[in-house]
């Protein structure tokens, strides 16, 4: 495995308003030492100046001048620490419902979920949908840090009561791996050190689980595929077509089929920015040689075998972020891996309930819905079901007007719809 996919780990914090999580990521960057000296400095003068005492570790994460006045989380933020056993790319998400879309970006490149819950309110509506959203997203694993331990007396019955519930809802929703830890982000209790007021508690601290996590989520047993991003001209003649590997490994010596045209050829020659290579795996970009002339351009794509599918009509999944209502047959543009194309929502099979994770019979679909719809394209697009790759399958809805991102799309029904 390569060192990109074993050594970093991309989580993303989740969770409703004000249960913490700047708060969790603050203590875990601090307490490992994560932050200089200025930085920490910055977050005192804000703290202070906010009058919350001498150090609100929300701050450390919160860098708008607009969080820091209203005490909230709104674009996402990250940042990045590490061990001696491995790299993190840390998201920190929004909690309130309107800032949404800026969770559902922040999860989209996540290997893991750290979903953090007051223990004293449990699961939250927005805490449903952010798991949900985090489900559709393809993430697997959750560390739940079930927060605020101190203001229920350490309680194991509430821990536990609370540890139902977050099963239940991540069992129906796909999971494969959670671990609930109870914490005290504001005391530092089970974030970085164990807790002496948890004795009941043999597990892993937050780090510690974090440390034990699997990475590499974006790595699939699926063929190799390569969307063109550019045609190069090669000094002496010929071309070489670049862009990002997605999928399995690509190797120099490879069949591919380039798509949607269906010409099969080889692969003969494979750089990358660092020069000649033999194979370049997920997430590298690079630029190949064929064995065959094409008329291959920007929008398509290079693929090993099990071939993705060409189609101009799907059926998707979408996180609906627009701020006016849509209904079917509405008018888009789709971008899909490379490709812009015009697009029309031929159909609305329903929208998400989150409070029962059913899909309710619906015309129309409203800022934050969760909806399973029919996407129809004017050109023929190359693509995987979400499933089985998270670049292939997944694509932005944007607005023809105003040029806004109205939606986040994932090819296919969700695996619990």
């Not at 490992?32 to 000296?37: E, G």
């Not at 970009?285 to 920007?298: C, K, M, Q, Y």
């Not at 329903?350 to 409070?355: E, F, K, N, Q, T």
């Amino acid at each position: 495995m390569s060192f990109a996919t074993k050594d970093l780990l991309r989580l993303a914090t989740v969770g409703s308003v004000d249960d913490g999580k700047s708060t969790l990521i603050g203590r875990l960057l601090v307490d490992t030492r994560q932050l200089f000296d200025d930085q920490l400095d910055a977050v005192a003068t804000a703290s202070q100046n906010r009058g919350v005492g001498d150090l609100d570790l929300s701050f450390v994460t919160d860098g708008l001048r607009a969080e820091r006045e209203q005490g909230i989380t709104i674009d996402v933020a990250y940042r990045y620490a590490s061990t001696p056993t491995r790299k993190f790319i840390i998201a920190d998400c929004p909690g309130h419902v309107q800032y949404t879309r800026n969770m559902a970006t922040g999860a989209s490149t996540a290997d893991l979920a750290l979903v953090v819950l007051n223990v004293a309110h449990g699961i939250k509506e927005q805490t449903r949908r952010h798991l949900c959203i985090a489900a559709l997203l393809g993430v697997r694993t959750a560390i739940i840090a079930i927060n605020k331990m101190d203001a229920v007396d350490w309680s194991e019955s509430t821990f536990r009561a609370v540890v139902d519930d977050v099963t239940a809802l991540t069992t129906q929703l796909g999971f494969t791996s959670v671990t609930a830890i109870p914490v005290s982000a504001l005391l530092g209790e089970n974030v970085v050190d164990r807790s002496a007021h948890l004795e009941w508690y043999d597990g892993p601290t937050v780090l510690q689980a974090l440390d034990a996590a699997p990475a590499g989520t974006w790595a699939t047993s699926a063929g190799a595929r390569l969307p063109i991003q550019r045609v190069l001209r090669q000094v002496g003649g010929g071309r070489t077509y670049a862009g990002m590997v997605a999928g399995a490994p690509l190797r120099d010596g490879d069949e591919v089929v380039l798509l949607p045209a269906g010409l099969t050829t080889t692969i003969n020659a494979m750089q990358s920015g660092s020069g000649p290579r033999h194979a370049a795996t997920a997430g590298l970009s690079i630029d190949v040689g064929l064995a065959h002339e094409t008329d291959a351009g920007r929008g398509d794509m290079l693929a090993t075998a099990p071939l993705p599918t060409v189609t101009k009509e799907f059926v998707a999944t979408v996180c609906w972020f627009g701020d006016a209502t849509v209904r079917a047959g509405q008018r888009l543009r789709l971008k899909h891996t490379t490709r812009l194309t015009p697009a029309r929502l031929g159909a609305i099979e329903g929208s998400v309930d989150i409070a029962t994770l059913s899909v309710t019979a619906t015309e129309t679909l409203t800022t934050n819905d969760i909806g399973l719809v029919t996407m129809q394209t004017a050109d023929p697009l190359v693509v995987d079901d979400y499933q089985v790759n998270r670049v292939t399958g997944s694509f932005v809805l944007i607005d023809e007007v105003t040029n806004a991102t109205v939606a986040a799309g994932m090819v296919g029904r969700a695996s619990f719809l």
